[in-house]
């Protein structure tokens, strides 16, 4: 199933409620929010209060993308503040494991990420423990980016490991998506597409999501 995830990171936060609530209308199928914490990440953005203060106001999946240095010791924690889906990196200070088991323990959905130099076999070992693997198409850390077209391979690789498994496995691809690059992910195997500016630019929001939606589904495996 393809899915649309507006990322907040590019949303107007003088009205967070709104914009949210705008984009839930518009279709999205979840909100993406970003954490970085300026160690693991060189910014810092939106932590635990936001992600508390959006689940008392609406009821939408929130995916949230957890880059900082020690997931394991937070995973419960945003959780609790009202996180459907908690997705940490590969590449952070925890162990993979221990922390994949602590989120699974709470009965969220476990996600694994993995930036753009990190080889695609890195998650395979888990890929029966999770519920989506996230490509960063775009070094983390700052919205804008522009797409790396090189990566392609890479979630075409992800793909036909979780296809060969037959797994239900969500694979999201976040880093300069936009109505022109969604195809290209969407061809390599993604499912799940991170947007940000991309989408909260327009004017019209369920235009934005609709036109990304149509550019995935002509080329999409799903």
């Not at 914009?19 to 990440?41: L, N, Q, T, Y």
């Not at 020690?70 to 922390?99: C, I, M, R």
Request: aromatic content about 6%.
């Amino acid at each position: 199933m393809l899915k649309i995830a507006p990322s907040i990171l590019s949303c107007d936060f003088a009205n967070l409620e709104a914009e949210v609530s705008a984009m839930r209308r518009a279709g999205a199928d979840m909100i993406h929010v970003d954490v970085m914490d300026g160690h693991f990440v060189p910014n810092l953005s939106l932590g635990l209060p936001v992600v508390a203060s959006l689940r008392k106001k609406t009821d939408v999946f929130l995916d949230v993308h957890l880059m900082i240095s020690s997931p394991l010791s937070y995973a419960q924690k945003f959780v609790d503040a009202g996180a459907n889906l908690v997705t940490f990196h590969v590449e952070s200070e925890s162990d993979v494991q221990q922390t994949i088991d602590a989120i699974k323990r709470t009965g969220s959905l476990c996600g694994l990420s993995v930036k753009p130099a990190t080889p695609a076999e890195v998650v395979f070992p888990y890929l029966e423990q999770i519920d989506l693997v996230l490509v960063m198409t775009v070094e983390p850390g700052f919205g804008g980016q522009k797409f790396q077209p090189e990566l392609c391979p890479k979630i075409w690789s992800i793909r036909q490991e979780i296809d060969r498994r037959g797994l239900s496995v969500d694979l999201e691809v976040d880093g300069g998506i936009d109505d022109q690059t969604v195809s290209q992910a969407a061809q390599a195997g993604a499912n799940v597409f991170v947007a940000g500016s991309a989408l909260f630019s327009q004017p019209d929001y369920r235009a934005a999501v609709e036109n990304l939606r149509a550019h995935a589904r002509k080329v999409s495996l799903f």
